[in-house]
């Protein structure tokens, strides 16, 4: 029949009793569609709410009212955006001041509901790195309200040679936003070059062709012994070759292996 309609959004968090008007319309006519929306700005918001619609008339009985329905406000989502630090290089064997000996693992955290802004929010960002190339330890925890993390990276004797990853995890600090982990990136360790020590045989004397001959020797580097080398024995007279052996692994960066006098 033409009539003007108020129609009204309240809200409440679940387990409260009282209801707050949210946002409310007028239309007039039949069969009228109408979106009323709610805004939530704080972290304290963050929880399990229930709504209603009622409509109210010109006339004084002219009333309705909508079951209660449930949403949830959840943390903000995020995005770990890369700024510098993947696929360096680090050299464990250099002097301290050397630009080699260390790099820098950096990026950013934004907040992705929001057009991707920087979260201006103190938070806290953790950086973990792989030390054998597979299992992460807790490395840094940087804390700012920029949105902008930096980790200055050193390697010591902890870290093995070779191919590393490294990640950040966001955010702590706030339950405001979700926490996740980045991308993995990576980080490759550089050192010395391996050195080598022969320490047997050491003048024996033997009979060709019945004898046999024990070869043993070590890798070690910047670290130590190496015991994870692949170590050959070259047997040489004269610059000629006379017998090549792969040694045997003893574990503990010793190499042996046995060739016939």
Known sequence: DNDTLTIRLASRKQGETAWVLKNQTTVTGTYQLVNLSITFT???????????????????????????GTFVVEPNDININLVLGNNSVV??????????????????????????????????????????????????????DTGSFYKNFTSDCTVSVGPQRWRAESVFGTTWYK???????????????????VTAPDNITRIRAIDN????????????????????????????????????????????????A
């Open 42 to 68: 704080s972290g304290s918001d963050i929880s399990t709410w229930e709504y209603k619609y009622n409509a109210t008339g010109d006339d004084s009985w002219d009333f309705n009212e909508t079951a209660v």
């Open 213 to 260: 001959i024990t070869l043993r020797g070590n890798v070690s580097d910047d670290c130590g012994l190496v015991s994870a080398a692949n170590a050959t024995f070259n047997i040489v007279r004269n610059g000629i070759t006379l017998a090549t052996c792969t040694g045997a692994n003893e574990g503990t960066g010793f190499y042996n292996c046995t060739v016939t």
């Open 91 to 144: 050299n464990r064997n250099t002097t301290r001041g050397d630009p080699s000996q260390a790099i820098n693992f950096a990026v950013t955290v934004v907040d992705a509901d929001r057009q991707n802004t920087s979260i201006t929010d103190t938070i806290s960002t953790r950086f973990h790195v792989t030390k054998d190339g597979e299992n992460y330890t807790f490395n840094a925890s940087v804390t700012n």
């Open 179 to 197: 926490t996740i982990n980045s991308t993995v990136y990576f980080y490759n360790v550089t050192t010395m070059p391996l050195v080598t020590a």
